[in-house]
């Protein structure tokens, strides 16, 4: 069975880098909010969301799809978004394999927005690795632009193929 990921509203570990970088989780909040961006004039940026460490745990090499999905809450025809998924260390952050990125969607209008990922293979997931989105958001405009995000909201998610956590003892 698929695992769902929501995108939360608090803060990862790795919050240094990027336009934000917010926690994957398995449960949302009790209430909906939003995460706002900037994006500078005429550049590309990258933000992220990822699992906590154990997450999803050594399953094996699980191949599959990847559903992400993004409420838009503020649009902005200015901006396009696309996205790619990773299997990244959860001690250093460090991006072990990754898949191609989605083509990108206009942000012009609210509500969600889907990328999908066919039959991506991150390898084997070790017992600290970690499973990181990341939004690619390109600006067309001249000046800065805002995008928004729904979280800890059931339409800002990701599907994964992963199934229960596996730990393994050593």
């Known amino acids: 069975m698929a695992r769902r990921y929501y995108l939360s509203a608090t803060n ?7 336009d934000f970088y917010k926690k994957l989780t398995q449960n949302i909040a009790s209430s909906s909010s939003t995460t706002s961006f900037s994006i500078t004039g005429a550049v590309t ?18 191949t599959g799809d ?29 991006v072990q394999t990754s898949s191609s990125t989605t083509a990108e969607q206009q942000m012009s209008t609210t509500g969600q927005k889907t990328f999908t990922l066919s039959a991506v293979n991150l390898g084997t997931f070790g017992s600290n690795d970690q499973f990181r989105i990341t ?5 067309i405009a001249k000046g800065a632009q805002v995008l928004a995000f729904a979280t800890d909201d059931l339409d800002s998610s990701v599907l994964t193929p992963f199934t229960s956590r596996v730990f393994v003892v050593t």
């Open 12 to 18: 990862s570990p790795f919050a240094a880098i990027g």
């Open 45 to 62: 940026e990258n933000s992220f969301s990822a699992t906590e460490p154990l997450h999803p745990g050594t399953a094996g090499n699980v």
């Open 66 to 94: 990847y559903i992400v999905t993004v409420d838009v809450t503020t649009a902005n025809a200015n901006i396009f978004l696309s996205v790619f998924v990773s299997r990244i260390d959860g001690v250093f952050g460090d």
């Open 135 to 139: 939004y690619v958001a390109r600006n």
